[in-house]
């Protein structure tokens, strides 16, 4: 699909994307990038990489397509400073697990001809790095595009088209409807399953050793880099606040029905939520 596509950040997602294009053949050259010496030092023995540059602006240079795979915090500031640097009709795109504001601050830097889109890959892991990048992280998964009115169609349909053929379920919505979306199925699941363990590490130490695979399953996602996710939340965190809501108003319903010993309604919540998690995919 493209001479030469270009990743910033090349962690668990960047690395990921990297290793898969190089399998589909989606390009013949893949540059990468990293802040860090020792990711850049590590990226040279990649089969995925064909070259590893010292800033991004160089990294750039020359590629249809790039792709923004640093924090959320990081990637208006990031795009700003590779602007200059673009080709024409360039298509620049990200990874951040919120859209709303990053979509709409790209809309004032000047990109010249190129285009940025953001992309959400609804893939990855409580782990972090390049170490635990895997080619078919991204098979079957979703992936939500967040074109703003005004996105020219061949970028859209471009990106829209590199995604699928990573073997990504490719859907699109407004930035702001995906942040609403993801602070319920992504963000509000990984406050509970932190709020649980910080909960629990207030009680007795010798309890952690009873647990079973229970509390492991649903509280694996809290091992996720803390850092990462305070930046993820704190830029969603309107809607984040709102799920929150949600879910409190659930929670009071449960401990309605215990208080009231009312074992039907009880049983229809459980049955509900049975019936959610068996439709979920994967």
């Known amino acids: 699909m493209f001479d030469q596509i270009s990743i910033l950040g090349p962690g668990l997602l960047g690395a990921s994307i990297g290793m898969a294009a190089h399998a589909r053949g989606l390009a013949r050259v893949i540059n990468s990038w990293s802040r860090r010496a020792e990711t850049r030092a ?25 792709i923004i795979c640093t924090p959320v915090e990081t990637i208006i500031p990031l ?26 601050e790209a809309q004032g830097v000047n990109l010249g001809s190129a285009t940025f889109l953001g992309s959400h890959p609804m893939a990855g892991s409580e782990q972090n790095g390049m170490t635990h990048a895997k080619g078919d992280l991204f098979e079957n998964a979703a992936c939500i595009l967040t074109p703003l009115e005004g996105t020219p169609h061949i970028p859209a349909e471009t990106i829209s088209q590199f995604w699928k053929e990573l073997g990504m379920l490719v ?16 963000h509000l699941p990984h406050v509970l399953a932190a709020a649980l363990c910080s909960y629990l590490s207030g009680q007795r130490d010798e309890w952690r050793s009873l647990a079973g695979g229970g509390l492991r399953d649903t509280t694996r996602i809290a091992s996720g880099d803390p850092g990462l996710w305070r930046q993820i939340l704190v830029s969603n965190r309107e809607e984040v606040v709102r799920a929150i809501n949600g879910l409190e108003n659930e929670l009071h319903s449960f401990k309605s029905s ?18 959610y998690r068996d439709q979920l995919k994967r």
């Open 79 to 104: 795009l700003k400073r590779i602007a200059p640097a673009l080709k024409a009709d360039a298509v620049v795109t990200d990874v951040g697990s919120t859209k709303s504001r990053i979509c709409r």
């Open 171 to 186: 859907s699109r919505t407004s930035p702001e409807k995906h942040d609403e979306i993801v602070a319920h199925i992504s």
């Open 258 to 275: 215990l208080l009231n010993d009312d074992a039907n309604a009880l049983q229809q919540k459980l049955e509900r939520g049975k019936s």
């Open 42 to 66: 590590n990226c040279l023995s990649q089969p995925w990489c064909n070259a590893v540059f010292d800033s991004p602006e160089e990294a750039v240079a020359d590629s249809g397509l790039i």
